[in-house]
């Protein structure tokens, strides 16, 4: 598999990149003996990866109910105007709210797709009317709100 220009994930990087998507506190020790390498082995192989951008960050995953933000929302949005200083403009505004955990450039019918996470209804409300559709950029949105997480993960299958 090309992952990056001229860079191959070998069978032992595939292993490694499994193993940390499910759990990065592991010690290179542990790491090594998971996916049958030696710890200075792996502990090279991990920096490589991090230095061709295969992995990024090591981060832990918060719990949105226990932090106060457990309603989800999908919004759809529509720009006004496609111009590139238009959209650049969006970014920054969607760059700069807390509440916008993900955002996705789409084709199709709807130009972006944000998730949001708040509080509740009220908060939602609040956010979309002062915040997204007050952009001068939107010309509207369309909101969605997720029931229960069916499927939810960070893993990219190797």
């Not at 860079?7 to 940390?20: C, F, G, N, T």
Request: charged share 25%.
């Amino acid at each position: 598999m090309n992952v990056s220009e001229g860079y191959q994930l070998d069978a032992v990087d595939r292993r490694i990149v499994r193993a940390l998507q499910r759990d990065a506190s592991l010690s290179h020790a542990a790491l090594a003996e998971s996916v049958g390498a030696s710890a200075a082995s792996v502990w090279r192989r991990v920096r490589n990866l991090e230095k061709e951008g295969v992995l990024g960050a090591s981060v832990r995953l918060a719990d949105p109910a226990k932090l106060g933000r457990s309603v989800n929302v999908l919004c759809q949005v529509r720009m006004t105007r496609q111009s590139q200083e238009s959209r650049a403009d969006f970014e920054r505004f969607i760059e700069g709210r807390d509440e916008i955990v993900e955002c996705y450039a789409m084709s199709g019918e709807w130009d972006y797709l944000l998730r949001i996470a708040v509080r509740d209804v009220a908060d939602y409300d609040r956010f979309i009317r002062q915040g997204v559709l007050a952009h001068p950029s939107v010309a509207t949105a369309a909101s969605n709100f997720a029931l229960r997480q069916v499927k939810y993960t960070t893993e990219i299958p190797v």
